[in-house]
């Protein structure tokens, strides 16, 4: 009779997940003893036929048969395979399928119509996996690992049964599991064993002993190689080893450097789903040997072990997966409710550097009625983003294919790692997004890959919307005017286009509804008329009065007698026609109110641009720096934590900036997350980013 049939459900669901496939236990005249864990959908459907055909090809197989006690690939059907092996003393049949053999998923379907009747076949051999060589050795471990836990709930042994099926029912539910309990758990409760230990790899080829229970205390924290001594060696292996009568072994000698000096040793090299090694090993220390039950045990600790990592490392992925659809939602709502080009520009910029972490972040943007590039960069060496970007922008559109809009990684002379991604509508390429990913591992590069390139749909998607905004009835009027200056004074073009752009940027900071900044960037547009002249040329009156009182507050008006957009107005005008001078626009009046937020605009510059076909440098600013300090309740400190969380630092670094430990690191950034209500650092950059363009919003909403 099953000891536990729930436990071992639990059981099958863990490696159900790890190996994709159904399992389910029969006994030995074929019936189904648990409830299948649903992972392949052809295996389920082949279990729920009327005819239960699975179960039917499973009995003829079983049905007066010997079984080795390994597992076995057997042929349910031609082309279609399951895994069998005995276990429990051989009283039930652990069972994992279905996958197919490669090169038969054609003919499967109609295999399958012929044996069972018709159903959905065709879909369900397309959602089966491939057996490989390599895939069915890999199942085939995890499927043996599977039947050692099982055979563990038949026998009650010297590790005691209760606490084993207490830790085998925390398997699913062990996210973050604490090892060094676990260890002493495992300890207490298997008198056999004089002690038992945890390796950890700390980096390649390099270990860190970070538990020991029992004998051996003074391990702990000590390191060792792959291939040193009994530890390394079992590693090198890469498979369970036993050493006896080890006493006089000079491979003792690193343990006998610690006054410890173990009998016996058995050795279980653990990998995890990261990739990640672990080495537990236990053993005596007075001459007593281990007993095939003890090293039993020792399998089982293992695997529960290894299970546990497994289902914690899922969990922490998939959370890790829900905060960031959690930042893309927050982010695609602001870039939605954004109407300017520019705004967009820079959302993808900031947000994909200071999510991603990398050295620098840019965006190569097209213009619509010419071949000219603009950059728009943060981060890095500017002359060589220059650089790369020329050569980025003259790859992709050469090179550029409709259909094709995957992110690429691009290796750059000096090694640089860039993910580029192309930001694409309805076939048409509008620009291409450029991060910075140096020193991730190749699973971590994998999962920025994924987030960038939904961030570029959304990019893609909200430019093009931007671009497409209904146009003011006097544009065509204005742009004429605009072209005519250029025909007959190319210096005050330049100031006019160079007075435009800094507008932009500055507007793109304020709470200004759309028709406002239009009719001040439009007075910009044409500052190198006169009021009179435009008077007449112009229906819209509106930028002439802007510009006209302008002049009026440069040459001496009171300051206060002008409503706020003539202010802004004024203040643009100054500083542009001054050479890009702080100090005409200080003389203006005392810096608070219009005056006071340009100071800070133009002193916060943070953003870098540049246009390939005039060569210039443009610097505008979208900083965060006033928003953390003016409108987020934190201390000074945490307002220096966040600002270089922002900038993509992690605990270590930002420990070093401000000459404070990691644990104090640490609590500032748990004090940050409670009072932005976020949960982890993509939510409150987010957030902040959120707070910048969105000038309403609240900290905690």
Same mark, same amino acid.
């Given at each position: ?145 599977? !039947?050692?836990?099982?055979? @563990?709930?038949?026998? #009650?042994? &010297? +590790?005691?049964?209760?606490? %084993?099926?207490?830790? *085998? ?5 062990? !996210?973050?599991?604490?090892? @060094?309990?676990?260890? #002493?758990? &495992? +300890?207490?409760?298997?008198? %056999?064993?004089?002690? *038992? ?505």
């Amino acid at each position: 009779m099953m000891p536990d049939i729930h436990i071992a459900e639990e059981i099958l669901d863990v490696y159900a997940e790890r190996t994709g496939l159904t399992l389910f236990l029969l006994d030995h005249n074929g019936a189904q003893v648990t409830e299948a864990s649903a992972k392949s959908p052809l295996c389920i459907e082949l279990l729920d036929r009327p005819n239960e055909a699975l179960l039917q090809a499973f009995q003829e197989r079983l049905t007066g048969g010997r079984f080795p006690k390994r597992v076995i690939p057997y042929d349910i059907a031609p082309g279609l395979y399951s895994l069998i092996i005995p276990v429990m003393d051989s009283a039930y049949f652990l069972c994992a399928g279905v996958y197919i053999e490669p090169n038969t998923a054609s003919t499967l379907p109609e295999t399958l119509s012929e044996l069972c009747g018709e159903g959905p076949w065709q879909q369900l051999t397309a959602e089966t996996a491939v057996g490989t060589l390599e895939k069915e050795k890999k199942w085939m471990a995890e499927v043996e690992k599977a !039947a050692s836990l099982l055979d @563990s709930l038949k026998r #009650e042994r &010297a +590790f005691s049964y209760d606490n %084993q099926v207490q830790m *085998i029912r925390s398997i699913p539910q062990r !996210a973050g599991m604490d090892r @060094s309990a676990f260890i #002493e758990l &495992a +300890f207490r409760n298997n008198p %056999q064993l004089d002690f *038992i230990g945890l390796a950890v790899e700390e980096e390649e080829e390099t270990f860190c002993i970070t538990d020991m229970a029992g004998e051996g205390k003074a391990l702990e924290d000590c390191r060792f190689v792959l291939g040193e001594g009994f530890l390394g060696r079992a590693l090198l292996a890469d498979r369970e080893v036993v050493w006896e009568d080890i006493s006089d072994d000079t491979r003792s000698a690193f343990f006998r450097e610690y006054d410890f000096d173990p009998t016996s040793i058995y050795c279980y090299p653990i990998t995890e789903r990261s990739g990640s090694r672990l080495l537990l090993f236990t053993g005596t220390v007075q001459g007593r040997t281990l007993t095939g039950a003890a090293l039993e045990q020792g399998q089982v600790l293992a695997a529960i072990l290894e299970a546990g990592s497994y289902t914690s490392s899922l969990q922490l992925e998939n959370r890790r997966q829900i905060h960031r659809l959690t930042s893309l939602v927050d982010i695609c709502m602001t870039m939605a409710s954004t109407v300017d080009v520019k705004r967009i520009v820079y959302i993808l910029v900031d947000i994909s550097m200071s999510l991603s972490g990398g050295a620098f972040s840019c965006v190569l943007l097209k213009s619509e009625n010419s071949d000219k590039m603009q950059l728009v960069s943060r981060g890095g060496n500017r002359e060589k983003i220059s650089a790369y970007a020329r050569k980025a922008a003259a790859r992709h559109y050469r090179e550029y294919k409709p259909a094709s809009q995957l992110p690429e990684i691009h290796e750059t002379e000096d090694g640089s790692c860039i993910v580029e991604c192309p930001l694409v509508h309805r076939g048409e390429l509008l620009g291409i997004l450029c991060v910075s990913c140096d020193h991730v591992t190749r699973k971590e590069l994998e999962e920025q890959q994924t987030f960038l390139y939904t961030l570029s749909i959304i990019g893609a998607v909200s430019l093009q919307l931007a671009r497409q905004k209904d146009e003011h009835p006097e544009e065509r009027v204005i742009s004429a005017l605009e072209r005519a200056v250029a025909e007959f004074d190319l210096e005050k073009h330049a100031q006019s286009v160079k007075l435009f752009e800094t507008a932009e940027g500055f507007l793109a900071r304020l709470e200004l509804s759309d028709r406002r900044s239009y009719h001040i960037l439009s007075a910009c547009r044409l500052s190198a008329y006169s009021p009179a002249f435009l008077a007449e040329a112009l229906n819209e009156q509106e930028p002439v009065r802007l510009l006209q009182e302008a002049r009026q507050l440069l040459g001496g008006k009171p300051w206060s007698e002008a409503e706020e957009d003539s202010q802004l107005t004024a203040v643009l005008l100054a500083y542009t026609e001054s050479g890009d001078s702080l100090k005409a626009v200080r003389a203006l009046g005392e810096e608070e109110g219009v005056l006071h937020d340009f100071c800070v605009f133009i002193e916060e510059i943070i953003i870098s641009e540049e246009e390939f076909a005039l060569g210039e440098d443009d610097q505008t600013s979208e900083p965060y720096s006033r928003i953390i300090k003016e409108r987020l309740p934190l201390s000074p400190r945490e307002q220096d934590v966040l600002d270089l969380i922002i900038k993509g630092q992690n605990n270590r670094e930002i420990a070093a900036a401000l000459f404070i430990s990691d644990h104090t690191v640490k609590n500032h950034v748990t004090k940050i997350f409670q009072k932005l209500r976020v949960t982890d650092r993509a939510q409150a950059i987010s957030k902040v980013y959120q707070m910048m363009y969105e000038p309403n919003s609240a900290p905690g909403h």
